[in-house]
């Protein structure tokens, strides 16, 4: 029930943009801590960047000034904005919502992004 779909990857040069988007829907998106997550093959799913639903942000030192996460609520969407893209951000970007009561949270199916020197 609960969908988290992702968009907005692609091709791109470094020191180029994306934004990725993640749409919820059957979920109560605005009470729920977010996060953007990338994977590259055999290479751990690692958090990339972090909202929590009162709108604190966390980072991974790597994205540290380069991206930002964001949220608007009234569109059930989560963003990442993601400036000066450097060939090591080539993955899979994924989505996570928090699972209620601390349970198990529920993911997107990823979004490719691809970044050439």
């Known amino acids: 029930q609960v969908q988290l779909v992702e968009s907005g990857g692609g091709l791109v040069q470094a020191g180029g943009s994306l934004r990725l988007s993640c749409a919820a829907s059957?979920?109560?998106?605005?009470?729920?801590?977010m996060g953007w997550y990338h994977q590259t093959p055999g290479k751990q799913r690692e958090l990339v960047a972090g909202?929590?639903?009162?709108?604190?942000?966390n980072y991974a030192d790597s994205v540290k000034g380069r991206f930002t996460i964001s949220r608007d609520n009234a569109k059930s969407t989560l963003y990442l904005q993601m400036n000066n893209l450097k060939p090591e951000d080539t993955g899979v970007y994924y989505c996570?919502?928090?699972?209620?009561?601390?349970?198990?949270?529920?993911w997107g199916q990823g979004t490719q992004v691809t970044v050439s020197s």
């Open positions: 996570k919502q928090d699972g209620p009561f601390g349970g198990r949270g529920y």
């Open positions: 909202i929590t639903s009162g709108g604190s942000t």
């Open positions: 059957g979920t109560m998106f605005r009470i729920y801590a």
